[in-house]
């Protein structure tokens, strides 16, 4: 925790009424019941998401309430005191949970608990932490981020859905122990933030092997798409050909389908490039693997050169 947030915890406990004495001392007797997210966009839409939870929770309470009445269950008398009482908690409710998070940018872990869908725009993101804070979460998904790791979702057993983008990711080893994951869709497109995509030659990692995935049997929809570069690889000057044997690995939701490469040459297991000239900065291929109409693992890559004397 940052000393900025240790800072607000240490003036929120005493705001609280709490009896602390030095921010050491408080933060060794103290568990703060509250999470401050580092990211902006995660806190944001944590806060959105846990008020989502509360207005659901207020309509499905007065909802209730209506049809105690039209049962004559309770009289119009009652119905009045009891929708009020649920009116001023909920505003009392509200008023709390903007105070924590405009003053101090917290959310309760308890609400965190009970998100089950985090649904939003990822461009400014950088990260997914925090998000292992929400342990009844099943759907994560929304466009764009420049994640380059999945460890916080390894914690959340209980994810159905994820439909992400990122980078530098060589394996998919945050997700094999989600064996309740039925769609799984990712997308890494090479470049670390938008100032790098009018590039030529990518800048992550590309993801070559997805094997982890193979013990994941619920999955009903894979979709991978990766872009990005493998290890440089030295070449002598006057070489004019170059061959890579089968360098993707796919999981074992893809047996029976065939891998078609395609280099300079199209093949099932072979890359080759021929009449190479000695000045390549990198070789391109890319490939693609299908079976059904709901699982693929496609992708471009480069290998980038370093030529020898």
Known sequence: MKKSVKSSVIVLALGLGLSIGTSE?????????????NDYGIREKSFASVDKLYTDRYQMEVEQLHKKYNL??????????????????????????????????LVKKDDLKQIAHFDTAFDDYS???GVEQMPVLETIQGEGGSFNSFR??????????????ANNQLTLNSFKKLTDLETLVLSFNG????????????????????SALSHLD???ELRI???GRMATITLKKGTTSYQLFDPIVPSIQFDGAEMNYVSTIESSEVLEWNNLSGKERYLAFSW??????????TGEGQIPIRWKE
């Open 152 to 165: 916080e979702l390894g914690k959340l057993n209980k994810l159905k859905t994820v439909n992400l983008e």
């Open 218 to 220: 619920k999955l009903k």
């Open 72 to 105: 004559g269950v309770i009289t119009d008398e009652e119905f009045d005191i009891f929708l009020r009482q649920l009116d001023e908690r909920d505003e009392k409710s509200l008023l709390e949970r903007e105070t924590l998070f405009n003053t101090y940018g």
């Open 288 to 297: 693609r693997i299908e079976k059904g109409t709901e699982l693929s693992y």
């Open 25 to 37: 001392e408080a933060e060794a007797m103290y568990e703060s019941p509250y999470s401050y997210f």
């Open 191 to 210: 470049f670390e933030n938008k100032d790098e995509s009018s590039a030529s030659e990518y800048t992550q990692a590309l993801t070559t092997d997805i």
């Open 127 to 129: 990260s997914l932490a």
């Open 225 to 227: 798409n990766a872009r």
